[in-house]
């Protein structure tokens, strides 16, 4: 073979091969996007959700209805089953820090409203982290998430 014939199968096979690459990782990258698209939209539902469980209990707790613990643990739990599959890994731990507190504080009569708070909080901000949202100005622990539900916040938070 001499080099003309070389460099014919070279000009030749070098685009069709890139070109077959090409579309494998197009394709790759589709897919991909396709899934995560999916599961950002399943978050989304499933954050919601949560938010509306915490939402719902200060609307409790300002009606002055009486929502035992026992019944916000279990709604929690329903939540717990739905998220598990697609919440990110530091939403999954701010909700078991969460539960570990509430575990640790069940039945104490000097029960720390401001660390509930942030524990609450804190879920709702790494939501939000996960959800591709900005978290500046909320606080540490996104405690001003909750400032328009809570009369006394000032008072509790400092």
Same mark, same amino acid.
């Given at each position: ?28 990258? +589709? ?20 938010? @509306? ?13 009486? @929502?035992?613990?026992?019944? !916000? ?23 078991? %820090? ?10 104490? +009569? ?16 790494? *939501?939000?982290? %996960?959800l591709g949202l900005k978290n500046k100005g909320l606080?540490?622990?996104?405690? *001003?998430? !909750?400032?328009?539900l809570i009369t006394d916040y000032d008072s509790i938070?400092?």
């Amino acid at each position: 073979m001499n080099s003309q014939t070389i460099i014919t199968i070279l000009t030749i096979t070098l685009p069709v091969l890139g070109a077959g690459i090409g579309y494998l990782l197009k394709t790759n990258i +589709e897919k991909k996007k396709a899934l995560t698209s999916e599961v950002t939209k399943e978050r989304r539902e499933i954050y919601q959700k949560y938010v @509306n469980l915490m939402i719902g209990f200060f609307d409790h707790t300002k009606e002055k209805k009486k @929502n035992s613990d026992k019944e !916000m643990i279990s709604e929690l739990f329903d939540f717990y089953k739905k998220y598990v599959l697609y919440a990110s890994p530091s939403v999954i731990k701010s909700f078991s %820090d969460y539960f570990q507190f509430l575990y640790k504080n069940n039945g104490n +009569e000097n029960f720390d409203s401001k660390k509930n708070l942030n524990f609450m909080t804190k879920i709702m901000l790494e *939501m939000r982290k %996960d959800l591709g949202l900005k978290n500046k100005g909320l606080g540490k622990n996104g405690e *001003m998430l !909750m400032r328009a539900l809570i009369t006394d916040y000032d008072s509790i938070i400092k």
